[in-house]
């Protein structure tokens, strides 16, 4: 009897344990469940996308979510103009003086009204089936179905509670892909506590923008980029993704031979008359470059020292004549300048009127100091003189610096589309006006003007350009312990006649790869220079076949020596 009521006992207290270990588990489930299930929240499309106003489109660029708004207007899709511009066809140019867009093709120019159904092409009136281009709120907007016709591009639109959103593609070739092995949904960010964007259905092909342990972020396609586990998807595969689209073919005048060009430096209209005795000593040159115009003023002017006879002796010589025209007059703003749609086609006219006259092959663009709020309007004067061109079969060579971080407006790769050969000045690395004393041109200076080049043009359109001058610099220590560096240009007889002078035996300096020599004046002066000659030159010529690119080009016939043509004709030859 007393086991029994022990027995008993031990009952009554084991309930509440047990009840106890029930809601502990319970817990502990609860916990477990809310850590590891997958929410099912959804993220509203207004979330996302952001508030838009009446008749905006919310528009994912390719691979991301831009700021930028689309337009439905007159049933179609309108773009911003500025997002256009800058990631999609930088061809259309904004004529703010005009309140005109401006958009070239290889051999046509469109003039576009705002708010308009007609535009001219090349003067032709045209008329499109709804405006090409609107202004809303001060904000300019392209159509999507105009631009089409000129750019490999398609979009999506997708209506979602109120919001209407678009994918517009753009860029085609290899993508990394993944297909979807069973619906999946697609999350903010990684993770399975990350609200719900969309879903994608078995069979889906989605485009990979990255990889991560156990997430890929991918662009859906009903226009949103974001999250799905691994786990729903097959393996990554490099797919060709391709459009049907007939691209704009740039056709250029490059030789097959390579450039070697020489600037003559023309600054009155007497100088055509030494030509012969110029070129004189002259071999393996077969492109001159007299700089015969210049701009006059901010409205286009051009002066010119052309010269028939000039042409008829360097045709004899046979040397094709690429007339140069400079910016360099103190009474042109270039920025003022190219921003007027007048002055640019007038100088493109006036260009192409003179080769005409004078029977040359083509023109050298020498335009420098050219400012960072100037690029877009130089890039689009290239581009108007390079139809002028095509059309009249002349060869379009521009001249720019050797890239740098602050001259990345001169647009290399759209310059190497449009022209027929990109010519970068490798000088000067130290100019008149450098707080230090160097090299005009050493040969990495000239290497990385290269190098750097190819990144945006094909070899075949790169010429390089070297000098055939140097600076003897001199440097003065003051009285307060600061110093005062001048320079000035020298030939290579001059170099020649310097050393000479003052008795100095220049050594070789393998850091620039040319001579150098220095000594001190009687006054105290510091006197350097570092030597263009043979050695330096077959240096320089010979990057031209280490990169195979289209030919070379030296700044300025008579600064040389007679020794110096074979160097170059051999180095750029090997």
């Given at each position: 009897?007393?086991?029994?009521?022990?027995?008993?006992?031990?009952?009554?207290?084991?309930?509440?344990?047990?009840?106890?270990?029930?809601?502990?588990?319970?817990?502990?489930?609860?916990f477990l469940i809310q850590r590891y299930m997958p929410t099912k929240e959804r993220m509203a499309p207004a979330a996302y996308f952001?508030?838009?106003?009446?008749?905006?489109?919310?528009?994912?660029?390719?691979?991301?979510?831009?700021?930028?708004?689309?337009?439905?207007?007159?049933?179609?899709?309108?773009?911003?103009?500025?997002?256009?511009?800058?990631?999609?066809?930088?061809?259309?140019?904004?004529?703010?003086?005009?309140?005109?867009?401006?958009?070239?093709?290889?051999?046509?120019?469109?003039?576009?009204?705002?708010?308009?159904?007609?535009y001219t092409v090349d003067g032709e009136s045209r008329e499109y089936e709804r405006p090409i281009v609107i202004s809303r709120d001060?904000?300019?907007?392209?159509?999507?179905?105009?631009?089409?016709?000129?750019?490999?591009?398609?979009?999506?639109?997708?209506?979602?509670?109120?919001?209407?959103?678009?994918?517009?593609?753009?860029?085609?070739?290899?993508?990394?892909?993944?297909?979807?092995?069973?619906?999946?949904?697609?999350?903010?960010?990684?993770?399975?506590?990350?609200?719900?964007?969309?879903?994608?259905?078995?069979?889906?092909?989605?485009?990979?923008?990255?990889?991560?342990?156990?997430?890929?972020?991918?662009?859906?396609?009903?226009?949103?980029?974001?999250?799905?586990?691994?786990?729903?998807?097959?393996?990554?595969?490099?797919?060709?993704?391709?459009?049907?689209?007939?691209?704009?073919?740039?056709?250029?005048?490059?030789r097959e031979e390579k450039i070697n060009l020489v600037w003559h430096q023309i600054d009155y209209e007497e100088a055509n008359q030494?030509?012969?005795?110029?070129?004189?000593?002259?071999?393996?040159?077969?492109?001159?470059?007299?700089?015969?115009?210049?701009?006059?003023?901010?409205?286009?002017?051009?002066?010119?020292?052309?010269?028939?006879?000039?042409?008829?002796?360097?045709?004899?010589?046979?040397?094709?004549?690429?007339?140069?025209?400079?910016?360099?007059?103190?009474?042109?703003?270039?920025?003022?300048?190219?921003?007027?749609?007048?002055?640019?086609?007038?100088?493109?006219?006036?260009?192409?009127?003179?080769?005409?006259?004078?029977?040359?092959?083509?023109?050298?663009?020498?335009?420098?100091?050219?400012?960072?709020?100037?690029?877009?309007?130089?890039?689009?004067?290239?581009?108007?003189?390079?139809?002028?061109?095509?059309?009249?079969?002349?060869?379009?060579?521009?001249?720019?610096?050797?890239?740098?971080?602050?001259?990345?407006?001169?647009?290399?790769?759209?310059?190497?589309?449009?022209?027929?050969?990109?010519?970068?000045?490798?000088?000067?690395?130290?100019?008149?006006?450098?707080?230090?004393?160097?090299?005009?041109?050493?040969?990495?200076?000239?290497?990385?003007?290269?190098?750097?080049?190819?990144?945006?043009?094909?070899?075949?359109?790169?010429?390089?350009?070297?000098?055939?001058?140097?600076?003897?610099?001199?440097?003065?220590?003051?009285?307060?312990?600061?110093?005062?560096?001048?320079?000035?240009?020298?030939?290579?007889?001059?170099?020649?006649?310097?050393?000479?002078?003052?008795?100095?035996?220049?050594?070789?300096?393998?850091?620039?790869?040319?001579?150098?020599?220095?000594?001190?004046?009687?006054?105290?002066?510091?006197?350097?220079?570092?030597?263009?000659?043979?050695?330096?030159?077959?240096?320089?010529?010979?990057?031209?076949?280490?990169?195979?690119?289209?030919?070379?080009?030296?700044?300025?016939?008579?600064?040389?020596?007679?020794?110096?043509?074979?160097?170059?004709?051999?180095?750029?030859?090997?």
């Amino acid at each position: 009897m007393q086991e029994n009521k022990r027995s008993k006992g031990r009952g009554k207290k084991a309930g509440p344990v047990f009840l106890a270990l029930l809601v502990i588990l319970a817990a502990a489930a609860v916990f477990l469940i809310q850590r590891y299930m997958p929410t099912k929240e959804r993220m509203a499309p207004a979330a996302y996308f952001g508030a838009l106003g009446e008749n905006q489109v919310a528009l994912v660029l390719q691979d991301h979510l831009t700021e930028q708004k689309g337009l439905l207007e007159d049933q179609g899709l309108y773009l911003n103009y500025e997002m256009v511009r800058d990631e999609i066809n930088s061809r259309f140019y904004w004529d703010e003086p005009n309140g005109q867009m401006i958009f070239t093709t290889a051999l046509e120019t469109y003039d576009i009204p705002v708010d308009s159904a007609a535009y001219t092409v090349d003067g032709e009136s045209r008329e499109y089936e709804r405006p090409i281009v609107i202004s809303r709120d001060g904000t300019l907007y392209l159509s999507a179905d105009f631009l089409q016709l000129f750019t490999n591009l398609e979009w999506t639109l997708t209506e979602e509670e109120g919001i209407c959103h678009g994918l517009l593609r753009y860029q085609w070739g290899t993508q990394r892909r993944v297909t979807v092995r069973k619906n999946a949904p697609v999350r903010y960010q990684g993770g399975i506590k990350s609200p719900i964007l969309t879903e994608l259905q078995a069979g889906d092909s989605v485009q990979v923008l990255e990889e991560f342990e156990n997430w890929l972020e991918v662009v859906t396609p009903d226009g949103y980029v974001g999250y799905v586990s691994k786990r729903r998807v097959g393996g990554i595969q490099e797919t060709e993704v391709t459009r049907e689209f007939q691209k704009t073919e740039y056709t250029s005048l490059t030789r097959e031979e390579k450039i070697n060009l020489v600037w003559h430096q023309i600054d009155y209209e007497e100088a055509n008359q030494y030509l012969s005795e110029d070129i004189a000593d002259m071999t393996g040159v077969n492109v001159i470059s007299p700089t015969w115009f210049s701009v006059l003023d901010n409205e286009g002017a051009i002066t010119s020292f052309g010269d028939a006879e000039y042409v008829k002796t360097a045709h004899e010589a046979g040397l094709e004549v690429w007339g140069l025209i400079n910016n360099f007059s103190p009474e042109v703003d270039t920025t003022t300048l190219l921003a007027s749609t007048a002055a640019r086609r007038r100088m493109a006219d006036t260009l192409v009127s003179e080769a005409k006259r004078l029977e040359i092959e083509g023109i050298n663009l020498d335009f420098e100091y050219i400012k960072e709020e100037c690029g877009y309007s130089y890039v689009q004067f290239v581009r108007e003189l390079s139809i002028a061109c095509r059309k009249n079969n002349l060869v379009l060579s521009v001249d720019v610096p050797v890239p740098m971080d602050f001259n990345q407006h001169f647009n290399r790769k759209e310059l190497g589309t449009v022209a027929d050969y990109v010519i970068v000045m490798g000088y000067d690395e130290h100019y008149a006006g450098s707080e230090t004393a160097g090299s005009v041109a050493s040969l990495s200076f000239e290497e990385n003007g290269i190098t750097e080049t190819l990144k945006a043009v094909p070899a075949e359109k790169i010429i390089s350009g070297v000098p055939f001058y140097t600076r003897i610099w001199y440097t003065v220590y003051n009285e307060d312990g600061t110093t005062t560096v001048t320079s000035e240009a020298l030939s290579m007889e001059s170099v020649e006649k310097t050393l000479e002078t003052y008795g100095v035996v220049p050594e070789w300096n393998e850091e620039t790869s040319q001579y150098y020599a220095a000594w001190v004046a009687e006054d105290g002066t510091l006197c350097e220079i570092w030597i263009e000659d043979e050695e330096s030159l077959a240096l320089k010529a010979g990057l031209v076949g280490t990169y195979d690119l289209g030919g070379i080009a030296a700044w300025v016939l008579g600064s040389e020596k007679a020794s110096i043509w074979p160097v170059i004709q051999k180095g750029i030859s090997s």
